[in-house]
């Protein structure tokens, strides 16, 4: 079998899942060679995702494992099944990987809680205020790029009118709605924008006030994606090199108090949409 290209997030998340599990049952790279009949090679090439995997594959290596999580199972076969391309792949090469991984992650999870501090969520941001964060780059951007990384950031938002759209709980600092990219025309357009957003049915967009005091994990902004099954939940947070993805239980476990935490300071989703009105009708 030859190699893939470089895989990408969600390819290396089925493969370590894969090696999770044969770790779990206590098997060697040996001794699982001999369960599966394949040499150990492609057990190990699979579990880096040097190497694709079938979906079938994937349930016989389950069973070889005794996994009775049919769920889980099931979730990991579906991962396997998944070829073609999609609407990012048009950007492989032209804009970094963690890009393409953050627009696959949003189009596969069921649901997304988003912590942003300084900057509106980028599923949230209208075309202008976009231009305008991007535009704050260093070192500055070639016209060709930038229109580019412009193009790319608006065409995540159609994750929001796709046929089956994640449920999206946005947690806003009050910090992000003052934040004047772009100066004050952008800002009072991104806030109408924010409060247009926030009436779709799978958006809930709730605001965190200065008045709130402090709250966990801050200078952090983080998305908690839910998988199809607990165990494929993601956590993606921003860093100045990019993005970083967590998949361990127990940082997820932490993650899910520090967002319960932060949404229990933040308004209701009305009084955040008046809290916006306030902050627009200020500029």
């Known amino acids: 079998m030859a190699p893939r290209k470089p895989p990408t997030e969600r390819q290396q998340r089925l493969g370590a899942e894969l090696r999770k599990m044969?770790?779990?049952?206590?098997?060697?790279?040996?001794?699982?060679?001999e369960l599966h009949r394949v040499d150990k090679a492609t057990i190990g090439n699979t579990e880096s995702a040097r190497y694709g995997v079938s979906s079938d594959r994937v349930r016989v290596w389950a069973a070889n494992y005794s996994c009775a999580d049919r769920k889980f199972v099931d979730a990991l076969a579906d991962m396997?099944?998944?070829?073609?391309?999609?609407?990012?792949?048009?950007?492989?090469?032209?804009?970094?990987?963690?890009?393409?991984?953050?627009?696959?992650?949003?189009?596969?999870?069921?649901?997304?809680?988003?912590?942003?501090?300084?900057?509106?969520?980028?599923?949230?941001?209208?075309e202008d205020y976009v231009?305008?964060?991007?535009?704050?780059?260093?070192?500055?951007?070639?016209?060709?790029?930038?229109?580019?990384?412009?193009?790319?950031?608006?065409?995540?938002?159609?994750?929001?009118d796709a046929e089956e759209p994640p449920s999206c709980t946005f947690l806003i600092h009050e910090a992000a709605l003052r934040m004047l990219f772009g100066g004050v025309r952008v800002a009072k357009i991104q806030l109408a924008y924010l409060l247009e957003q926030s009436m779709r049915e799978n958006?809930?967009?709730?605001?965190?006030?200065?008045a709130a005091g402090g709250f966990p994990n801050v200078g952090n902004s983080t998305m908690y994606a839910c998988g199809p099954v607990a165990q494929l939940d993601t956590v993606q947070s921003d860093t100045r090199h990019g993005s970083r993805f967590i998949h361990a239980e127990t940082h997820l476990a932490n993650y899910r108090k520090v967002l319960d935490r932060v949404e229990e300071r933040c308004?209701?989703?009305?009084?955040?949409?008046?809290f916006i009105r306030e902050v627009a009708q200020q500029l």
Do not use: C
């Open 80 to 126: 396997a099944r998944e070829r073609g391309t999609n609407w990012w792949d048009e950007y492989r090469g032209l804009v970094p990987a963690g890009l393409l991984d953050l627009a696959e992650l949003e189009h596969h999870a069921v649901s997304l809680r988003i912590v942003q501090l300084t900057h509106m969520p980028g599923l949230l941001q209208h």
């Open 267 to 274: 308004l209701d989703p009305e009084r955040s949409r008046e």
């Open 203 to 210: 958006v809930t967009v709730r605001i965190l006030p200065f």
């Open 22 to 33: 044969r770790e779990h049952v206590g098997l060697s790279l040996t001794e699982a060679m």
């Open 131 to 160: 231009r305008a964060v991007i535009g704050e780059a260093v070192p500055e951007l070639a016209p060709e790029d930038f229109d580019r990384k412009v193009e790319f950031r608006v065409r995540r938002s159609a994750v929001l």
